[in-house]
């Protein structure tokens, strides 16, 4: 690529990320050096201009597609300059193309296609017909056509070569540029969907009932529910069309209307008028509308799965960066009923020292046996916090470990549901089986449910983040953007945080800025070999840690009661002179140093500076300093579900309960409240004032009060709203479905559906009212 050519990629990228043109050609220079995302956000803010990793991120997907495009543009211009059509105003409009759909506008006429009625007709001949009618239609057609009859061509008839002309037209407008990215522009912003059932599906299709005869603008449909369309028509019960307006007759009228504008067609009362018109006719029924339908339906798919992805991202890393409750022993509980329920301990290193199975619900009912196995378990390890999963037998579970710890004198033990999403995942992976060889598959869940109260992070990131299951139709995307977008995240949660280099696992190390899978492998070979690492220079012992690989990686690592105090902090090794510096400036050792607010706090960054660490670095490392190896997480608190609701039939209008928020999206949050469904509370329950993205007031783990407005057991479904004083709104029938919660795969195989958002009073019934398919 040349030189110019990348500049003005990087000038395009800029305006979008807003920044200039200099930190994006400079973050995409140290990108094409090997460079990650979080090290460049963390370490290189000199170089970028301080750019984070929001927008390192974007400019990394940006750069990907705008570099395909140029790869394309060249493709294009070299195939139509083989075929000797490539003109200087053609490739002035090929280099001015700004997006891949312009692109392929202009190359449609050019590209190799299997011969076309067209193509047979200009074969004939008619070519000339079709533009002595379209030049001067005050000619009779019939009349003109007779001279071009020709039986040897193929051309037996007038009516013959007039479709021949028709055809040449057809596909000459068909495949105008401007013509379709007018249309393209004007159908996007008029267009309406029309969904209707497909016949004899309606019993099938029961759940999409709401879109058996649906129209809504294609411009303003959300992403959500444009994505359950297109599951309906994947899956045959609905079919779906474009038509340009709500009056769909009008509509096409006024569509093949700017054909004719466009092409120069007017109804004079000319000979040839109606021909012309009926050409513009078929034009837009059989060339462009379907065109057209494809693209914008494709273009209309992709920004849905890029706000699917995004909504399923932002879920994956609030609940990847959740409180975790640190170094204790930990009982973990995978509840089940005929198969019992299996128990680990893990002690405060996250070790497994002991694991059970315990049938204390139906049919076995051994309640008293079986608090008896877990009383001298946690009598034996000191067990100081019981995770139970929330899935099947869960609430039963609680009431166990409930019972449990009123009958065990252990101070501050705490019981607590968390999610198991993904945990048989784990269990059967090769993973696993590599972790736990000897242990049990369904014990290992277990094993994950304890872990994962102990640090979310460390354990999660063990599960291929898709079967998290916090995501808004997530089997509905482009799996491999999704995969992508979620790596992504992991790996930027994981380098906010660090990781200890002596306790983390491969599968934690691996996602390390610059740590392949093999190299982490070596590192905790290393380790096990040697001991524990005694600082960060050691890891250059490593085998395939090179240079290279340690630059980006060493300042994610952490180094706890090392040779070197500054190991234990987000400080890069390459900035130890820095802190030499500040020393010498202080006068005083670092253990001295670290940890005293007053006297950092009283540094000026511009008295430590130099070539290559500027005022940003100098400033981050005063703020490690004073608290080294902080964790971005919050402080660990969990939720207290209500004694004796456990069942939604439990559930009562009006009552106030405390939950977790499950997973947001883009029409409100759901809710765990403890009874095996989670609840809905609507956008517009959400807040007193108004809110525009759930995530702006609630994200996935946090800790809310909740009321009670509608409970429809039969569909299993649960309305909720954060307005405490809202009040439930009278008996009615549901005339539209609530959106479903997407748990197709919530990682062990349940399927369930979310939960409806009806009205909770005036206000809340008019919003409903105008969002009540979201």
């Not at 009661?561 to 002179?577: M, R, T």
Request: overall charge neutral; glycine content about 8%; charged content about 30%.
């Amino acid at each position: 690529m040349s030189p110019q050519l990348a500049r003005q990629i990087a000038s395009t990228i800029a305006a979008e990320i807003g920044a200039q043109a200099a930190q994006a050609q400079a973050a995409i220079a140290l990108l094409d050096e090997g460079a990650t995302v979080p090290f460049i956000a963390r370490y290189r803010k000199e170089v970028t201009g301080g750019l984070d990793d929001t927008q390192l991120r974007n400019l990394e997907t940006r750069l990907v597609y705008l570099r395909e495009l140029e790869d394309r543009r060249a493709a294009v211009l070299s195939s139509i300059a083989e075929q000797g059509q490539l003109t200087d105003a053609l490739r002035a409009e090929i280099e001015a193309a700004d997006s891949k759909s312009r692109l392929e506008d202009l190359y449609l006429p050019y590209k190799p296609k299997r011969r076309t009625k067209a193509q047979i007709a200009r074969e004939a001949g008619l070519e000339p017909l079709a533009d002595a009618l379209l030049g001067d239609p005050t000619q009779v057609p019939e009349d003109c056509a007779a001279r071009f009859v020709d039986a040897d061509k193929g051309v037996d008839e007038a009516k013959a070569a007039l479709d021949g002309a028709r055809w040449i037209l057809m596909e000459r407008w068909g495949e105008d540029a401007a013509l379709v990215g007018e249309l393209r522009a004007w159908l996007h912003e008029v267009g309406v969907i029309r969904a209707r059932v497909a016949e004899g599906k309606e019993t099938e299709g029961a759940k999409y009932r709401d879109y058996f005869d649906h129209r809504e603008s294609l411009a303003r449909i959300p992403s959500h529910r444009l994505l359950a369309l297109f599951r309906a028509r994947r899956e045959e019960i609905l079919f779906i069309d474009l038509d340009p307006g709500t009056d769909a007759d009008a509509g096409h009228v006024l569509a093949e209307g700017r054909v004719a504008h466009h092409v120069g067609v007017r109804a004079q009362g000319r000979p040839a008028d109606k021909w012309l018109q009926d050409t513009c006719r078929l034009t837009w029924k059989a060339k462009l509308h379907l065109h057209l339908l494809f693209d914008l339906f494709s273009q209309a798919r992709e920004k849905a799965e890029a706000e699917a992805i995004q909504v399923f991202g932002d879920n994956l890393k609030d609940l990847l960066l959740s409180a975790p409750a640190g170094p204790k022993a930990v009982l973990g509980l995978d509840p089940g009923l005929r198969t019992g329920v299996k128990v680990a301990v893990v002690d405060r290193t996250g070790k497994v020292v002991e694991t059970a199975t315990i049938f204390p619900h139906e049919p076995r009912r051994q309640w008293d046996q079986s608090l008896a196995v877990l009383h001298a378990l946690c009598a034996r390890h000191g067990v100081e916090l019981i995770a139970i999963g929330n899935g099947t037998a869960s609430r039963e579970t609680d009431k166990l470990a409930g019972e449990l710890i009123a009958r065990t004198p252990v101070a501050g033990m705490q019981k607590l549901v968390v999610s198991e999403a993904g945990a048989s995942v784990y269990s059967a992976s090769e993973l696993a089986a590599k972790e736990f060889p000897n242990l049990d598959v369904t014990l290992r869940g277990a094993v994950s449910i304890a872990r994962r109260l102990q640090d979310p992070l460390a354990e999660l990131v063990k599960i291929e983040p898709k079967a998290i299951g916090v995501g808004q139709y997530q089997h509905d995307v482009d799996q491999y953007r999704l995969a992508r977008a979620l790596d992504a995240r992991v790996e930027d949660c994981v380098n906010a945080v660090g990781v200890d280099v002596n306790t983390a696992s491969a599968a934690l190390l691996t996602r390390v800025s610059g740590l392949s899978s093999t190299v982490a492998e070596n590192i905790v070979e290393y380790r096990d070999a040697n001991g524990a690492f005694k600082n960060r220079k050691t890891l250059l012992k490593v085998p395939r840690l090179g240079e290279k690989t340690f630059e980006q990686c060493a300042g994610f690592l952490r180094i706890a009661d090392g040779d070197q105090p500054l190991d234990a902090s987000s400080v890069h090794p390459e900035a130890y002179p820095v802190v030499a510096r500040i020393l010498e400036k202080c006068g005083c050792e670092v253990k001295q140093l670290i940890g005293d607010a007053a006297l950092l706090r009283g540094l000026k960054a511009e008295q430590f500076t130099d070539t290559q660490f500027g005022v940003p670095t100098v400033r981050d490392i005063l703020k490690e300093l004073e608290k080294p190896g902080r964790d971005p997480r919050p402080e660990f608190k969990a939720a207290r579900f209500a004694d004796g609701v456990e069942d939604i039939k439990d559930l009562k209008v009006g009552m106030i309960l405390e939950g977790v928020i499950s997973n947001v999206a883009a029409f409100g949050a759901f809710v765990d409240i403890g009874v095996h469904q989670d609840g809905l509370i609507h956008i517009s329950a959400l807040a007193d004032k108004y809110v525009k993205d759930p995530r702006d007031v609630v994200k996935s783990g946090d800790i809310v009060k909740v009321r009670v407005l509608e409970v429809d057991v039969q569909r299993k479904r649960i309305a909720l709203t954060r307005r405490l004083d809202d009040t439930p709104p009278p008996a009615r029938e549901h005339k539209r479905d609530a959106p479903t919660r997407d748990k197709r795969d919530d990682g062990r195989g349940a399927r369930a559906t979310g939960a409806a958002q009806p009205p909770a009073n005036n206000a809340l019934a008019a919003a409903f009212a105008r969002a009540k398919r979201d």
